[in-house]
Nanobody
Framework: VQLQAFGGGLVQAGGSLRLSCAASERTFSMGWFRQAPGKEREFVAAISLSGRLTTYADSVKGRFTISRDNAKKTVYLQMDSLKPEDTAVYHC??????????????????WGQGTQVTVSS
């Protein structure tokens, strides 16, 4: 499975961005992670195969929304009320089964190349 993420960019604090991640084939659960310079990769959001289950990191809850369109094999991350601390490279990932909404990096089998999100103050 190949994943391609796009939609990143530069935005002012308080603004919005929507990330997309297109998969080359049908996937199970999907998630978004981010990695800022000098920091470990951290979980952002996950969505189950059906789309009915979602989970978010506390730091983005209420501001970010994950969704998916299985017909298009695409997952989205709508990011609103962005803050400078949201600045990072955002990676999408997919599992090959297991938990419906996993939060651990190790639970994901397939990873996209990442897209840069920069939020200016």
């Amino acid at each position: 499975v190949q994943l391609q993420a796009f939609g990143g960019g530069l935005v002012q604090a308080g603004g919005s961005l929507r990330l997309s991640c297109a998969a080359s084939e049908r996937t199970f659960s999907m998630g978004w992670f981010r990695q800022a310079p000098g920091k470990e990769r951290e979980f952002v959001a996950a969505i189950s195969l059906s789309g009915r289950l979602t989970t978010y990191a506390d730091s983005v809850k209420g501001r970010f929304t994950i969704s998916r369109d299985n017909a298009k094999k695409t997952v989205y991350l709508q990011m609103d009320s962005l803050k400078p601390e949201d600045t990072a490279v955002y990676h999408c990932a997919a599992t090959s089964g297991g938990s419906p909404v996993p939060t651990a990096v190790a639970a994901y089998t397939y990873w996209g190349q990442g897209t840069q999100v920069t939020v200016s103050s």
